[in-house]
């Protein structure tokens, strides 16, 4: 079956950097767009950073725009998420999802879009 397993969050005083990885197994990982969002309590799941099967498309939610790089490589069937200058609202638990998708160079930033997920990382930031 499909697994998603994201690693690399903790803890972090704001202005440093955190790398999120996504590992993907049960599936042919280039067939699919992958996407990052993030969750806070109380709060709806939320888009964060998204990118296309060939990688060379991806999207950014503008409070993470020039801070934030999303990658993926597909030989290792893995996603990456560069967080850097961090921020305390960057605090949340943040979810890698995957979408089936037969277009290839188009990226998605809607939860409803995603077929599958992982069971997320946390990331705090102090200030």
């Known amino acids: 079956q499909v697994q998603l397993v994201e690693s690399g969050g903790g803890f972090v005083q704001a202005g440093g950097p955190l790398r999120l990885s996504c590992a993907a197994s049960?599936?042919?990982?280039?067939?699919?767009?992958m996407g990052w969002f993030r969750q806070t309590p109380g709060k709806e799941r939320a888009f964060v950073a998204a990118?296309?099967?060939?990688?060379?498309?991806?999207g950014y939610v503008d409070s993470v725009k020039g801070r934030f790089t999303i990658s993926r490589d597909n030989a290792k069937n893995t996603v990456y998420l560069q967080m850097n200058s961090l921020k305390p609202d960057d605090t949340a638990v943040y979810y890698c999802a995957a979408n089936p998708t037969s277009y290839i160079r188009i990226y998605y930033s809607s939860p409803s879009e995603y077929d599958y997920w992982g069971q997320g990382t946390q990331v705090t930031v102090s200030s």
């Open positions: 990118i296309s099967r060939d990688g060379g498309v991806t």
């Open positions: 049960g599936l042919t990982f280039s067939g699919y767009a």
